[in-house]
């Protein structure tokens, strides 16, 4: 029955433009394979902001970023490319973006579902939970409870 699944990739598809495009991005299509969804993410604008003085800086270059996201019954992760730039201001790094901490390869609301499980529970079951090592989820629970 080619056309309920082709309903059911369509309300997946609805689904995912509405919750899994962070501010700045805008949800080029998705990829639901065995064990994974990946979700490619177009960039709405060339220009970057500097995460030193907030203001609009110039790109030097673009680096692909896979990044896990809160699970969609399989693993989910979205792909998108994070700028380099060079800031008039004199930083030079990656750009801000409010989705991810710097450095990190999950989403802040994936560290924040991870945190809240091991907060509620021992780190390895909140991290089998996640699909993650423990390590990671104790650090995602000590670095929620930073001020
Ligand atoms: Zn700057």
């Known amino acids: ?87 008039k201001c004199g930083y030079r790094g990656v750009e801000k973006l409010d989705f991810i901490g710097k450095h990190s390869r999950y989403t802040r609301r994936f560290e924040e579902y991870a945190a809240n499980l091991a907060n509620a529970m021992s780190f390895s079951d909140a991290a089998r939970i996640c699909g993650i090592d423990w390590k990671s989820a104790r650090q995602m629970f000590y670095r929620a409870r930073r001020p």
């Open 1 to 87: 029955m080619p056309e309920v699944a082709g309903n059911k990739e369509k309300g997946l598809y609805d689904f995912i433009r509405e919750k899994y495009e962070p501010e700045g991005f805008v949800v080029s299509g998705f990829s639901n394979l065995d064990n994974e969804i990946i979700v490619a993410l177009g960039r709405k604008k060339r220009e970057a902001i500097c995460p030193s003085c907030h203001k609009a800086a110039s790109v030097e270059m673009l680096r692909k970023k896979l990044i896990r996201d809160l699970d969609l019954i399989k693993k989910c992760y979205i792909e998108f490319e994070q700028a380099k730039i060079r800031c």
